[in-house]
């Protein structure tokens, strides 16, 4: 009894330090986890076994694997595309969300999280929607997602075993629609509309870590592929991110008002907007730079230099630098502190405080700027390549597939990484360092304390005892009660635990109130699929707060609504078709 009363008062205290926010999250767990072996919850040697846990492990190969899938350009023209309609917010919230739930009802709900998320940030990224607007509806749908089928979700399969058992005959396979449909359409609506009024501003950090942007100004032509081929000067900065300064076409400026200007193929376009978006629009073949005048070679690198106030090239302009031109280094584009943008690329004037982007060999370049003084700032590597971008997601489909066919995911998803590192799609080492690594500490240090709710009988002891004082003959206030215990428990325990743990007790409510077990085991397999509180009860959660930004508090304050909602109106449904 010590145990079990020790254990509920060290996740009150947990959570209520989570919901303060004023202790960083990865110290509240720590604390929480040595207080556990403290009072005897667990042993020594199950102190640090979260973090050698397999969900854990899966976690973390996932979010090394979503690194990689946001920097891909599989999905760049096909939001360029999606843009053009100009869709609402609600209807790129609702629809990747939708998408996430949908593929939630054929497969876990990891693998429709992690597939339809790189979609998501894609979408949002072209139209300018915070990811915080996107990284918890889509994994929130996919909780949603896996109460619709027999195998969305392994609560719903063990509850159909025990049924099984108990009765000899199982659920079928969309038995479980009856209530989870209607739940799931209702909560993805509901998150869409909520979480745009809790999270209205944009985004604090990027997707993925790489230096400051810089605006700069490029010279750019348009291939016949371009996504940018019909559209209207005037929505070039809604829709793509970069503000025109001209079009030339067949070395002629195209004069008129910037909403009359329509972009055709083979069109030069003289831009500015932030380095990362012309790397962006460069990489999925939608502006594309004119060919090095040498041709590519392996020793080629990108260097970003600096005219300092001493610097010979003060006053010049980009098409006089022979300084460069002699040894064969091209200028792809210019940051100007004070853009004054006359004729052609070419034509434009360096001034103190430049910044030049400079293709080459880096020999040379580094000649040219000491020749020239001018101070190097940086060095980067150009954009990886459109055509190997289907590659990780072909390798992170085959990852899905082969948990889904009985691997373990955590072994599944090493291939993956693996195979990512080979291919050079992953640096291992700087991804890792790249990692939200409080949210891991704090996924790993709450498995043994969710294990304790388990082993040391707590939750048949609350069952019991509610089961003395709420009147449980009367079959709805015996599914209330279960539905109550299943939500209660699963931010806790994972959702199969639940079911292990909820089965017997819900098949005892059945026979002491003499009713059909059926809306008892669909209550319990509805209710551990419904965690939206906390960002450690479900590891898509977990996810999704490493991914989004999010704080623990965001959690409550977005998932309240959602758990209440879901909670009435899968009692309500299962009243209406089990009973």
Known sequence: MFEQASL??????????FSLDRIRIEVVSIAGLLAGYALGLYPADQIFTGFASPVVITVVEILLIVQVLARARLFDSLAARFAAARPS??????????LAGFMSIFMNNIGAFAITLPVALRLGATLKIPRRQLAMPVSFAALLGGLVSLIGTPANLLVSDALAKATGTGFRFFDFAYDGLPVAIAGILLIAVRVQRLFPEPDETPVTT????RRVVVERYIPDISP?????????PVRFGIKPHGLIRGDIFVFGPLDQSVIEPGDVLLAEGADAVFADLAATQALMADAHPHGLQPDFTHVEAVVMPESTLVGSRVRSLEIFHRRGIAVTALSMRAPRIEGRFLDLQLSIGDILTLEGPRPAISEALEESECLTLASTAPAEPALLSWRPFALFACGVAASAAGLRPDVAFAGVVLVLALLNHLNIRRAMADLNWPIIIMLAAMIPIGQAVASTGAAETIASWLSLVVPITHPLIGMALILFLAMALTPFVNNATVAIVLAPIDLS???????APDAYLIAVAAGASLDFL????????????????YRFGDFLR???PLAVTSYGLALLLTALFWL
Request: proline fraction near 3%.
């Open 210 to 213: 790489s230096p400051a942007a």
């Open 534 to 549: 906390t960002p450690f009860g479900h590891h898509n959660n977990t996810l999704a707060m490493g991914i989004g930004g």
């Open 228 to 236: 940018l081929i019909g559209v209207r000067l005037s929505d070039c």
């Open 89 to 98: 917010d609600f209807t790129v919230i609702a629809g990747t969300s939708a």
């Open 558 to 560: 977005a998932g309240w």
């Open 8 to 17: 509920l008062i060290l996740l009150m205290a947990m959570l209520t330090l």
């Open 509 to 515: 409510f059945a026979r002491a109130g003499r009713h």
